[in-house]
């Protein structure tokens, strides 16, 4: 099955600076990479998406880049702000297959 | 937020108890999941539904039942509660395709004693 390892665990960034996180997967199949935003309390936010047909995304202060050759893509957001503050999942799919697997997250922390 | 509430938020329950939680939508969407969130393990499937009485078991379904005898509900259910089996629950729907574009609900946080 389908195996993603997301990296860092913790990022820690100053307000202002940009925040990668790096994801890569197994499964050569996978053709759909969502990325999902979790604040304290809360569920899942779905933040941005990627498909295997495209290479970049942006949405606003957001981007994902995905590289099908190297099996990885990457979230970016730039101008951090304190409100950036949260776990961050990444995960892939085989679109319309039974199971979404999630890396094991980021915790993200933006200081003022 | 898409139409997702689950019920309860919070239970504390004790162990070998039956426990039955809900989701409920109103977008009248075709998949609905059930995941569990545990520390280092991060999300991970239990059941899913691809449509009304149509189940299947996701990653970590031992212990588990569900049931979905409408659109808009999906059911959990722990036939008899184990410590094991204290976690944030998270319910998820999705209408265009399978586990694409998918929206979670806010959680259920069940504590089996």
């Known amino acids: 099955g389908e195996n993603v390892e997301q990296h860092p665990s913790t990022l820690s960034v100053q307000e202002g600076d940009s925040a990668v996180i790096k994801c890569t997967y197994s499964?050569?199949?996978?053709?759909?990479f969502p990325w999902y935003k979790q604040e304290l309390g809360k569920g899942p936010q779905l933040i941005i998406d990627i498909r295997s047909n495209v290479g970049e995304k942006k949405d606003q202060r957001i981007a994902v880049t995905l590289n099908k050759t190297a099996k990885h893509f990457s979230l970016h957001i730039t101008e951090t702000q304190p409100e950036d503050s949260a776990v961050y999942f990444c995960a892939a799919t085989v679109s319309g297959y039974s199971t979404l697997t999630f890396g094991k997250g980021t915790m993200l922390l933006v200081s003022p | 937020d898409a139409g997702i509430t689950q019920s309860p938020r919070h239970k504390v329950t004790e162990t070998g108890t039956p426990v039955t939680l809900r989701c409920h939508q109103t977008?009248?969407?075709?998949?609905m999941y059930w995941y569990r969130q545990d520390p280092g393990h991060g999300l991970r499937l239990i059941h899913y539904s691809y449509g009304v009485k149509d189940t299947d078991k996701g990653e970590v379904s031992d212990g588990y039942s569900v049931s979905r005898s409408k659109t808009e509900d999906f059911l959990l259910t722990l036939e008899s509660a184990t410590s094991s089996q204290t976690s944030v629950y998270f319910c998820?729907?999705?209408?265009?395709?399978?586990?694409?574009?998918?929206?979670f609900g806010q959680g259920t946080r069940l504590t089996v004693v």
């Open positions: 998820a729907i999705s209408g265009k395709e399978m586990n694409t574009e998918a929206f």
């Open positions: 499964d050569s199949a996978s053709n759909y």
């Open positions: 977008e009248n969407h075709r998949y």
